[in-house]
């Protein structure tokens, strides 16, 4: 039989478009969110953050939204290109014990096609 | 290449057996994570050290695993009695506190461990 656990979300995008990868978080505690890029075989890279304090911040071809009162994150990425294919995670860091650890949704994967 | 380097890339060992992994962080680095991630899910948390110090581990680690950071550099994780279960890939992450609220992780690739 067939595992849902083992089907990420995935996104399917020409090369050139604009992707929009969308991720909700747990703890409405939380001060400090982080996307990453995880591409085969390799360890997740950072991409961009934002603190719980802002809704918006933009870096180079990518911009992060949060929305607080849904508590839901969004990864813009402009003008897509095949080496953004990859499996895409935001983190939320929250309050374990007495430390603030982050913590990994499931994760996305990004398909650009040529 | 993040400059977080784990070892070896790939372990295969038999049911049973015990197992080390080693990671080596940023050298000016304080804070070192360990995860595991399994296919299709993300990293999951499972100990954190400041400098030498242990601070904190997950309540789904269990007792077999035990990971030690002794000088506050290299860390190692070791597997006791491997079952087919811990198969996963285990990452080690790296960060310096600059400030109170940003936290990038840098990562390693990560030990592929398969247990037969």
């Known amino acids: 039989g067939e595992s849902v656990g083992l089907h990420l979300p995935t996104l399917s995008v020409q090369e050139g478009d604009n992707s929009i990868i969308n991720c909700a978080y747990s703890n409405s505690a939380s001060d400090y969110f982080i996307w990453y890029k995880q591409e085969s075989g390799k360890g997740p890279q950072f991409i961009i953050d934002?603190?719980?304090?802002?809704d918006k911040r933009q870096g180079q071809r990518v911009t992060v939204l949060l929305n607080k009162t849904v508590k839901h994150l969004s990864l813009q990425i402009a003008a897509t290109q095949p080496g953004d294919s990859a499996v895409y995670f935001c983190?939320?860091?929250?309050?374990?014990?007495?430390?603030?650890?982050?913590?990994f949704g499931r994760g996305t994967s990004l398909i650009v096609h040529p | 290449d993040t400059g977080v380097s784990q070892n070896p890339r790939h372990k295969i060992t038999k049911r049973g057996q015990n197992v080390t992994f080693r990671c080596d962080p940023i050298s000016e680095h304080n804070r070192l994570y360990w995860y595991r991630q399994t296919l299709g899910q993300g990293p999951e948390f499972l100990t954190y050290f400041q400098n030498e110090a242990q601070l904190e581990k997950s309540r789904l680690l269990s007792d077999r695993f035990s990971a030690e950071r002794p000088k506050g550099s290299f860390s190692t994780l070791e597997i006791q009695r491997t079952e087919q279960g811990d198969s996963a890939m285990y990452l080690c992450a790296s960060t310096s506190r600059a400030s109170d609220v940003d936290e990038k992780l840098f990562f390693g690739s990560g030990t592929q461990l398969s247990v037969l």
């Open positions: 934002i603190r719980s304090n802002m």
């Open positions: 983190a939320e860091r929250g309050r374990t014990g007495g430390s603030y650890i982050p913590t």
